[in-house]
Every structure is written in structure tokens, then in C-alpha cells.
């Protein structure tokens, strides 16, 4: 941002419209806003790279990695779904704030799980299903 | 807030000429001082909904989660009943359409209108094609009993598993056959011997995709079904398969569901998943269908945002026939739910509505077309009156806060997808 655009808050804040990406940001002091526009060619490498690793992620299934397998699958999940929020969801480029509620959200969300599958251990080992006797 | 920010006070509406600034901007509310604070709130409190969001399918997430770490065969077994290409399909959907959202916002940040509109329809479209594939998914599993709760042949156990309701139910039936009528277990071994005399899928190969549930038939195999005379589903393309499951639909009679199951994947039977971790399977699919059930529900309200979006795009003039269209399509959509009860396509073929059902359709279609006749009239009178509007979008640099949220939206629906599919379709 420069320092034109702090001097003259009351000029037009926004640039004209145009094909390049910029940097439209503006500055109060109280907080500002940043309005990034993402180019083509950035989208389009997101979205290649979306592709590839969807791709990756099928064809990791043909593999037998025993209990790996889980754990690939889920770190190119994490990985795609980080493409999404950093670049479609313009997290890059945003307050860090919202970034830091998406990852608050997801530290709850693995607290929830983590200690409830710690706790279903307790007991799942003498777990029978309600209602159901074994028929030999 | 520092000094500067209140030195700056003639940014406030009112204190200066108005076309000089945006402090004229018809979608500043009073309580901002600029667009730009207020894009910035909107903005944070779009996250914060996000993230009660994540917190929401957290809880689904959660159940799973505990779940597959306990009977993690159970998941190996039930996930060859999904189909691997059709939810990878989705997932290139999905990604797709978030692409276009995403262009979507870029375009209304620089102001190019066609393109805006152009991109929010084709994210609209992408949202259809993949409610498309999983409605085509939802009827498989709908036809080969794999539904939820009593729609769910694994609900009375797998082979030998037998619930206490079901004992109960073979007691009663042992007293009831001393009047002559046919004990449970009888009922399931004839039902048994029948399947056995229909020829069965050759189950081949040990991927997913040889999975009764995979495909529909090829539309040449439908001949096989005219010589099948227990099939009643007219429409059914699985029919044809001679699948047990698909002999008769789950809502004709549950009790004879005994005689409907399918042959397990034969790999999986190998790997000697035990008869008490069988009969489990049917929670798989209560997960299966509340995960994707809920995923689906975002996909729904997320493109009826974007459409919303879209309107506003096309400014008020243009869009005036949409206000009296959603009453219209809501009394066709019931009038529509009426003539289906009257005519139950499907269900028992030749059977009639019983007289409940028929009044319950006669009001059904009758509120339906005189909300829909009563719509268009609305729409006479009132979208003439709107010729004079503006017909220019409401987007462009200056404002595009809309398109930003709901894009954001948007692609919170595909990233929880983007975690579904792996989870559900790809187990190994």
C-alpha cells in the first residue's frame, strides 16, 4: 500500500478496474482492509494442483501401505483442504484473525476426537452389541 | 483506534460532498465507518460461522472417527459397497466449482459483470452435477437395502446374528404357526431357495467397482428382467442383475428382508471379519449417510446463496420475476409431492392410495396450483411495475462483499468433502 493513499483517505480508495492483479489495500489506522484480487494463473495452479493430488490420493488405494494408508489419505486431504482455505478462501492474504478461528475450529474439532477415541478404548474391549447373542 | 482515525472524521457520512467519497455507498451501514471496516466484520463473521461449521461436522466427524478405530473391518467390509469413481468424480466436481467461485469473487472485485455471472451459474451447475451423481448413488444403495435403520438388510444381523427382536419375533411366529400361518425362519429358508434358483452376480474381481452396489446394469441387460417374474421394480436398471437384494424393495416387506441379502465381497469374507462385527455394518452406512447426508444439505443451501448472489448480480429490473418464481416453485414442488402419493410410482405396482393417502394427495395438489396460479398473478401485476428499476448489477470493486461470503461458503463445502471422500470412499 503507499503512503498516497494514507495521506488522502477521502480520495477513491479502490483502484480502476483492471486485468492485473493488485493490491487494493487501504489503511485507516483503525484496522484495514485488504482486498487482494487473485490472478488466473494463480487459480489455475491451485486448481492443477487440486487435481494431481485428487488423482495421488485414488491411486495411493492401489498400493497396500497397511496402516499408512490411512495416514496418506488423510495428509493430502489436509494438504488440498490447505490449498482451498490459503488461496480460493484468500486466507493468504486476509487478517490473520480468520485464519486463526479456522484453526481454532480444527484444534477443537481433534481435542473432541482424540480424547473420545482415547476414552471408547476404555471400554470397547468388553463391548458386545446390545440385543445380539452369537450363533455358532 | 489511533489518533490519525479520528483526525480523519470527515470520512463519516454526511460531513462531506457525497459523490467525493463512499461514504455515499448505498450498502455502508450507519454503524461502520467505512466500506472497508465493514467488509472486514463481514468478513470475520462469516469465519466465525465457518468455524461453528467445522465444530458442527466435527461432532459427525467424531462418530467415525471412534468408530472405524474400533472395528476397523467393519469399515474394510462396507466401504466395497460404495463406488470409488463416482465420489472421485464428485470430488473433481467440486473442486471445479470452487474453482469458478473463486473467479467468481475475483471477477466481482474487478467489476466484470458477464463474467461474474457466467462463473456463479457455472459453480450453480457444478453444485447440480454432484447432487446428480449422489442421488444416483443414494437410489443404489436405496435398491440394494443398504439404506438406513430398517432399510438396512445388515440391520438384523449378518448371517446367524440374531437381534432380540428378531427371536422375539420367531417365537411369535412358532405360536402363530399352530394357526397355520408360516414361522419366520421358514419364511427366510424357502425365501433362501429362491434366490438361490435366480442366477446370481458373478462376483469377479476384488476391487471396489465389482461391487454389486458399483453399476447400474447396461441398458441391454434389461431383457433378462422381463423372465424374472418376482422382480416388481418396473424401473429398476439393477434389477436385471438377479441380485437377491434387488428381488424386492425394503418397503414391500421388511420381515421377509432374511431372504435379501447380498453376497459379500469375497476378499473380505477371507479376511474372517467375525459374525459380531458383521452385523455391525449397517452403522457404517447410518455414518456414510449422515455424513454425506449433512455435506449434501450444505451443497443445496450453498447454491441456492450463489443464486441468490447471481440475482442480485443481474440488479432488480431483471430480476423481478425471480421474487414471485420461489412461491410458484414451491406450490408446483408440493402439487408434484401430491400426484407422487396419488400415484406411488414404483412402490406396489397396480395397488391403489388408500383413502388417507388420496385425500392427503387431493389437498396436496390442490394447495400446491392454487399457491402457483395465485404466484403468477402476483407476478402480472407486480413485475411491470419493476420495468423502471436499475437493470446493473450490484457488484464491483467498491462492493462484493455477497460474492466474497458466499464463496467462502462454497468452498468451506468442498474442503469438508475434500476430507468425506478419502474417509468414506478409499478405504484400505
Not at chain 1, 484496522?31 to 487459480?43: K, M
Not at chain 1, 497397511?66 to 488461496?87: D, T
Not at chain 2, 428382508?257 to 465381497?265: D, Q, R, S, V, Y
Request: proline content about 7%; some cysteine; charged content about 15%.
Amino acid at each position: 500500500m503507499s503512503q498516497a493513499v494514507h495521506d488522502s483517505p477521502n480520495i477513491h480508495k479502490y483502484a480502476a478496474p483492471s486485468d492485473t492483479p493488485m493490491d487494493l489495500s487501504v489503511s485507516h489506522g483503525s484496522g484495514s482492509a485488504h482486498v487482494h484480487v487473485t490472478s488466473p494463473l494463480l487459480l489455475l495452479s491451485v486448481f492443477a494442483v487440486l487435481v494431481t493430488l485428487t488423482v495421488i490420493t485414488v491411486a495411493v488405494t492401489l498400493v497396500d501401505m497397511g496402516q499408512f494408508n490411512i495416514w496418506v489419505a488423510l495428509a493430502v486431504a489436509v494438504l488440498k483442504a490447505g490449498l482451498v482455505a490459503f488461496y480460493f478462501m484468500h486466507l493468504r492474504w486476509d487478517s490473520p484473525f480468520n485464519g486463526i478461528i479456522l484453526i481454532i475450529s480444527l484444534f477443537f474439532v481433534a481435542l473432541f476426537i482424540g480424547i473420545s477415541i482415547l476414552d471408547s478404548k476404555e471400554y470397547q474391549h468388553n463391548y458386545n452389541r446390545p440385543g445380539t447373542t452369537i450363533v455358532p | 483506534m489511533s489518533n490519525a482515525a479520528i483526525i480523519t472524521a470527515p470520512e463519516a457520512p454526511g460531513n462531506h460532498d457525497p459523490h467525493a467519497a463512499h461514504a455515499h455507498d448505498p450498502h455502508l451501514a450507519h454503524h461502520f465507518d467505512t466500506p472497508e471496516q465493514q467488509y472486514a466484520s463481514a468478513k470475520l463473521g462469516m469465519w466465525i460461522f465457518l468455524g461453528t461449521e467445522i465444530l458442527m461436522f466435527g461432532g459427525l466427524f467424531c462418530a467415525y472417527s471412534v468408530y472405524r478405530h474400533n472395528h476397523p473391518d467393519v469399515f474394510a467390509f462396507a466401504h466395497v459397497y460404495l463406488d470409488k469413481w463416482l465420489g472421485a468424480i464428485n470430488t473433481l466436481v467440486l473442486i471445479t466449482s470452487s474453482l469458478t467461485m473463486a473467479w467468481a469473487v475475483r471477477s466481482s472485485q474487478l467489476g466484470h459483470q458477464p463474467s461474474l455471472r457466467w462463473l456463479m451459474a457455472l459453480t450453480i451447475l457444478g453444485g447440480y452435477i454432484f447432487l446428480g451423481i449422489k442421488s444416483v448413488e443414494y437410489t443404489t444403495k436405496w435398491h440394494h437395502v443398504l439404506f438406513i435403520g430398517h432399510h438396512n438388510q445388515f440391520r438384523n444381523g449378518y448371517e446367524g446374528v440374531k437381534p432380540i427382536e428378531l427371536e422375539e419375533k420367531e417365537k411369535a411366529a412358532k405360536l402363530a404357526n399352530m394357526e397355520g400361518a408360516i414361522s419366520a425362519p421358514a419364511r427366510a429358508a424357502q425365501e433362501a431357495e429362491h434366490a438361490k434358483a435366480i442366477p446370481g452376480p458373478t462376483v469377479t474381481a476384488k476391487t471396489s467397482e465389482a461391487a454389486p452396489p458399483a453399476e447400474p446394469a447396461a441398458p441391454g441387460e434389461h431383457a433378462t428382467k422381463l423372465n424374472d417374474p418376482v422382480s416388481l421394480v418396473p424401473d429398476d436398471p439393477n434389477a436385471a442383475n438377479g441380485d437377491k437384494a434387488q428381488i424386492r424393495p425394503p418397503f414391500v416387506d421388511r420381515a421377509g428382508m432374511a431372504g435379501e441379502k447380498l453376497p459379500p465381497p469375497p476378499e473380505i469374507e477371507l479376511s474372517g471379519l467375525d459374525k459380531a462385527e458383521q452385523a455391525r455394518i449397517y452403522t457404517f452406512f447410518g455414518v456414510y449417510f449422515f455424513m454425506t447426508g449433512l455435506h449434501g444439505l450444505h451443497v443445496v443451501i450453498g447454491m441456492s446463496l450463489i443464486a441468490w448472489v447471481l440475482l442480485r448480480s443481474l440488479g432488480p429490473k431483471n430480476t423481478a420475476w425471480a421474487v414471485p418464481l420461489i412461491p410458484a416453485s414451491i406450490g408446483l414442488f408440493l402439487a408434484v409431492v401430491g400426484i407422487i402419493i396419488a400415484f406411488r410410482p414404483g412402490a406396489e405396482p397396480g395397488s391403489p392410495a388408500t383413502p388417507g393417502e388420496a385425500a392427503v394427495a387431493n389437498k396436496l395438489i390442490i394447495a400446491g396450483l392454487v399457491i402457483a396460479v395465485l404466484s403468477v398473478l402476483w407476478a402480472l401485476l407486480w413485475v411491470p411495475r419493476r420495468r423502471n428499476l436499475s437493470g446493473a448489477s450490484e457488484f464491483g470493486p467498491t462492493y462484493f462483499t455477497p460474492v466474497d461470503l458466499v464463496g467462502l461458503y462454497w468452498h468451506l463445502v468442498d474442503m469438508i468433502w475434500i476430507f468425506l471422500f478419502p474417509l468414506l470412499y478409499l478405504i484400505h
